[in-house]
């Protein structure tokens, strides 16, 4: 019997986890081969405007709960909904898979924020311990910014089994990996340690098509890709010398495509092999359609040249601080909506 896409896809090495948790798209992904899922404010969003979700959201109006409990409550039950889907995952493989991400509030990085560097990562951290106690298969998901990156060590020392996002660089990849690791360090035992790191890979290569516009042909859309594989080799590299139980992984992320040039399983196919890929589901139907063998990718790199020409022509640092700006405001605006959508159905005006 032929092998489908996505079940080569897994059998080439890589751990399968959709970017949703739709119960509906849990279901179904679960059965063509993925083993966890992720959330965001994005998700949780678009979910609960389907109208789906009404008569929870309408209980808890009636329970008296305000639209930021509201929230957070919905949140809180999908996630744990889709956990009781991959918990079998999580148990046969005694803690390497099986989980879903739950981000935490995003309105600490909106710009209207004025709490401190340590003020939010000591937010981070309540919030951190409050949202994993009580759950096997919960990945708490921070981002890789000023007060998350401060909160990693003490999240992990807690027990907090982290996923840590937005990651654009070598530069936060490295102060990600070196918080989370002293703070496991300072756990009893480092049977149960458990943490990924978010690679957002498209993103980069729409970042280079806007704004670095003197790339070849052969660099433009490669960058991406690029950046991901050597920080999945420095992940490699960096956790092989401690020779622990669980593997400490990267996530492959912002996996769909995003210029209409690029075939749909474009970074499926360049970074499959190992780890883990959030795929969209719109990403996970186009591959299945397609009708293609995946094989191991993950270690092939482009040619020299294409190398040296990005290193020459992209300023990562720059390149960072935009993406960051960007990410960031895809983090909060989402969960405003979010609120405004639950104010809308208590019949009240939308807020500005």
Request: with cysteine; charged share 25%.
């Amino acid at each position: 019997m032929a092998v489908s896409p996505l079940s080569s896809l897994v059998a080439a090495g890589t751990k399968l986890w959709l970017d949703s948790i739709d119960p509906d798209l849990v279901a179904k992904n679960r059965a063509l081969g993925a083993t966890g899922a992720t959330s965001n404010p994005i998700i949780i969003s678009d979910l609960l405007r389907t109208g789906r979700f009404d008569d929870r959201i309408s209980a808890l109006i009636a329970q008296g709960h305000d639209d930021s409990a509201i929230a957070w409550a919905m949140t809180d039950q999908l996630v744990n909904e889709a956990q009781q889907v991959f918990l079998p995952v999580w148990e046969q493989t005694k803690g390497d898979d099986g989980y879903v991400s739950f981000e935490l509030d995003p309105l600490l990085e909106d710009p209207s924020c004025t709490l401190s560097i340590e003020q939010k990562a000591t937010r981070y951290i309540e919030l951190g311990k409050k949202y994993a106690a009580g759950h096997k298969n919960r990945m708490i998901k921070v981002p890789a910014t000023p007060g998350g990156l401060a909160a990693l060590e003490e999240l992990c020392a807690a027990g907090v089994t982290l996923n840590v996002t937005l990651i654009f660089s070598q530069r936060q990849w490295k102060i990600a990996t070196e918080n989370v690791w002293r703070g496991a360090q300072r756990r009893a035992s480092l049977s149960n340690f458990k943490s990924v790191f978010s690679i957002f890979v498209s993103r980069l290569d729409d970042y280079t098509n806007r704004l670095v516009k003197d790339l070849s042909p052969a660099a433009q859309g490669m960058v991406g890709i690029v950046n991901a594989k050597r920080l999945w080799q420095s992940n490699n590299k960096f956790w092989a010398q401690f020779g622990l139980p669980l593997k400490q992984e990267i996530i492959f992320a912002s996996t769909g495509k995003k210029l209409p040039t690029d075939t749909d399983w474009k970074y499926v196919e360049a970074l499959a092999g190992s780890d883990i890929e959030t795929n969209p589901p719109g990403t996970n139907d186009a591959v299945e359609k397609s009708g293609r063998t995946f094989t191991r990718k993950v270690d092939e790199m482009p040619p020299s040249s294409v190398l040296a020409e990005i290193d020459a022509k992209v300023d990562m640092h720059k390149l960072e601080t935009t993406l960051m700006e960007e990410g960031l405001s895809k983090f909060a605006e989402p969960f405003k909506k979010l609120l405004n959508t639950i104010k809308e159905k208590r019949g009240a005006k939308p807020a500005a």
